[in-house]
């Protein structure tokens, strides 16, 4: 009964699971181990680059992206469909939030965008889930309330009009580093440090080890 639902991405089984997401998170599981930890002044995204051949380029290969000047993104998984989703993300952020707003979105808001775009892939005919895991760092400029206030007193034009300021805030009022992982089902978390490898349990133990007794 079980192989009944696993071809199919759109009908779950008598369990509740979509058998097809599971298989997205082995293939995860299969790819090479990528690493993010946030700290006070900053974030660190690391991974393993290997190499099928050495006759390949070490330059040709590339693991961490850079979405916005802001914003970096590093995958354990799939390579093809992790480039499709950095593609995706960089026209997001590119094209229309910037032509839009003039400036590059906060990290929650691509973080948000390229979570929809993973989730759609779960509930659509026709093709199947993207076969990576992703952690998305960045850092934000933020505004504090107390200098909020100042300048919303400053920020008044001819005739007592308020003249609004562009600001990268995107609702943000405290900016700093932060860092997400959006899994192929399309959730999203943020998290002080992460990883994807193969035993999800002894990755959460020693990271969370590792950060409170540096902290």
């Not at 590119?94 to 707003?101: E, Q």
């Not at 995107?170 to 035993?199: A, T």
């Amino acid at each position: 009964m079980a192989d009944r639902y696993s071809f199919s991405l759109t009908t779950f089984s008598p369990s509740g699971k979509l058998v097809q997401i599971e298989y997205a998170l082995n293939a995860v599981n299969q790819g090479v181990t990528s690493l993010g930890i946030k700290a006070a002044n900053g974030i660190v995204l690391a991974t393993e680059k290997k190499s099928s051949t050495p006759l390949i380029d070490p330059s040709s290969s590339s693991k961490v992206s850079l979405i916005t000047p802001n914003i970096g993104m590093v995958y354990s998984g799939m390579g093809p469909d992790y480039r499709v989703l950095v593609d995706k993300a960089r026209k997001v952020s590119h094209t229309n939030y910037k032509r839009i707003y003039n400036e590059y979105p906060p990290t929650r808001i691509l973080v948000q965008d390229v979570a929809r775009v993973m989730q759609e892939a779960t509930q659509s005919g026709g093709v199947r889930p993207y076969g990576v895991s992703l952690l998305v760092a960045g850092w934000d400029d933020g505004v504090l309330p107390e200098q909020a206030e100042i300048e919303a007193e400053d920020e008044v034009g001819v005739g007592g009009e308020k003249l609004k300021k562009t600001r990268k805030t995107g609702g943000i009022m405290k900016g700093g580093p932060s860092l997400y992982q959006v899994d192929p089902s399309g959730s999203y978390f943020p998290w002080e440090g992460d990883g994807n490898w193969q035993k999800r349990g002894e990755r959460e133990d020693f990271l969370g080890e590792e950060i409170h007794r540096g902290s």
